[in-house]
């Protein structure tokens, strides 16, 4: 298989490495990860007037840009290699593609116009304390029409949406359903989390009215496409920290002099250096493919997406000890930025499962 982007692609690319190089350095990701939010509304709403990221797989018809995921890949990338500060993965992955997947007509035409413009924040909480990722793991029931109780946690910028999709178990089985961020009954709390980049938070639901979205008892085929097409845009921006770190290694290297040469003129960081590169080449081309395979609607897309996954766990998360290693002492210090990356490495790799569990979801979807 030969996979290229178009020069327009590579171009919109090349603009969005530029604006986030400039709004975020690392000095700008320190200071937002020491906040509770974790980001800021001002610069959210400067990347969505500016660039209407937010939009970018949403259809013109609901309000967005109307590209693919192999568009929304790129944005992920270049976010990953930024370390971006912001709720892009919670609103606009999670959220606005389970309301595409799930939601009937009329409440696509309401719900995705103001996440597309980036003036509604909105996250999916599926995820509950027992940390199963899939849909057996979802405890949550819905009784009435409609009221939630239970608990959701590890919710992506849960304690700062605006809306928040909600998936829970009715008579008829799994459903989706939506609430305002401040319904009554509803508690948030920010998590103490590894990775300070990226806020999570714990959702408790005490008879809380919710919105039906989409058919009653029908939610578990969106739900699964939903997380097919989450965890191929999780590999994407991997590949882009993961990417990252490889070239600050590299540069690293060559500034680094010992016994009077640079330590990249040795030959042990010499084979180092090309296994990074090898592995972190192999996770780019999975992502790519998996997403150009959701943009395809392949039917292979779902063991595509766990061999993205998989691939781009394990390669960010060898990269960045690989880094720390090549840096030496100062690697893992405060002051130095590698560990910025690695924390977001290591919260990635068990993100959405594992590296063993989209082994097992692959094998399974291609019967081996």
């Known amino acids: 298989m030969q996979f290229s982007f ?18 975020s350095p690392p000095a ?8 509770e939010a974790g980001w800021e509304r001002d610069g959210w709403r400067d990347l969505n007037q500016t660039l209407g990221l937010s939009g970018v797989h949403i259809p013109e018809a609901y309000g967005g840009q109307g590209f693919g995921f192999v568009e929304l890949g790129i944005v992920l990338e270049e976010m990953g290699r930024a370390l971006l500060c912001a709720p892009y993965f919670a609103s606009t992955v999670l959220a606005a593609t389970a309301i595409m997947n799930a939601g009937t007509e009329a409440q696509k035409r309401d719900l995705l116009p ?3 413009s980036g003036d509604t924040v909105a996250t999916l909480a599926f995820t509950e304390p027992n940390g199963r990722w899939d ?21 992506l910028d849960g304690h700062t949406a605006d809306l928040i999709v909600v998936v829970a178990n009715t008579d008829k089985g799994l459903a989706f359903f939506t609430l305002p961020g401040d319904a009554p009954g509803l508690s948030r709390r920010p998590l103490k989390v590894m990775d300070p980049t990226r806020k999570q938070a714990r959702l408790e639901f005490r008879s809380v009215a919710a919105e039906l979205l989409g058919e009653d008892g029908g939610g578990a085929a969106p739900f699964a496409r939903t997380m097919t097409q989450a965890a191929l845009c999780l590999a994407n921006e991997m590949v882009g920290g993961a990417e990252k770190l490889r070239q600050s290694a590299l540069d690293y290297a060559n500034l680094r002099v010992q016994f009077g040469r640079a330590i990249a003129s040795f030959q042990s960081m010499k084979h180092k250096q090309a296994d990074m590169l090898v592995e972190v080449e192999l996770a780019k081309s999975a992502a790519y493919a998996a997403a150009s395979a959701a943009a395809e609607d392949d039917a292979d897309l779902p063991a595509l997406a766990s061999l993205a996954k998989a691939c781009a766990s394990d390669a960010y998360m060898q990269t960045a000890i690989h880094t720390i290693q090549i840096h030496g002492g100062i690697g893992f210090t405060w002051d130095n930025d590698t560990h910025l990356w690695f924390k977001r490495a290591k919260s990635s790799e068990v993100l959405l499962g594992d590296a063993t569990w989209h082994r097992e979801q692959m094998m399974r979807a291609w019967n081996v």
């Open 6 to 23: 178009t020069s327009e692609q590579e171009e919109f690319r090349a603009i969005l490495r530029r604006y986030l190089e400039d709004k």
């Open 28 to 35: 700008v990701v320190r200071r937002l990860m020491e906040t």
């Open 114 to 116: 103001g996440i597309a």
């Open 135 to 155: 849909a057996d793991g979802v405890e949550m029931r819905a009784s009435g029409r409609y009221r939630l109780d239970g608990v959701k946690s590890f919710v």
